[in-house]
């Protein structure tokens, strides 16, 4: 089983930049992904990164401005996130895809882990 634990949000200006961190226990061989869902909007996909970290994926809103990365042996993926926008502002969540394949990295459904998710506030 896996369990996992997101640290680093809290509140940001625009333009500025936070590191979160997903940290789990048996996690080394799933792809981990980052969602977002801001209140009354749907989840929504960040990043994700496979067990190897020799690829990542991002959503087009993300591209350029965060960064998935992953640490095996700590155990932990982390998410730089810089030139924050207002619009950033949500609850990320870490999930991990057990079965280890990276196919449908961008779907809700794919995951079956999750994390209890971490408050980012980016101010105008």
């Known amino acids: 089983q896996v369990q996992l634990v997101e640290s680093g949000g809290g509140l940001a200006q625009a333009g500025g930049s936070l590191r979160l961190a997903c940290a789990a226990s048996g996690f080394s061989r799933s792809t981990v992904g980052w969602f977002r869902q801001a209140p009354g909007k749907e989840r929504e996909f960040v990043a994700a990164?496979?067990?190897?970290?020799?690829?990542?994926f991002y959503a087009d809103s993300v591209k350029g401005r965060f960064t998935i990365s992953r640490d095996n042996a700590k155990n932990t993926v982390y998410l730089q996130m810089s030139s924050l926008k207002p619009e950033d502002t949500a609850v990320y969540r870490c999930?991990?895809?057990?079965?280890?394949?990276?196919?449908?990295?961008?779907?809700?459904?794919?995951?079956?882990?999750w994390g209890q998710g971490t408050q980012v506030t980016v101010s105008s």
């Open positions: 999930a991990a895809d057990s079965s280890g394949t990276y196919f449908y990295t961008e779907r809700v459904s794919t995951y079956d882990y």
């Open positions: 990164i496979p067990p190897s970290g020799e690829s990542t």
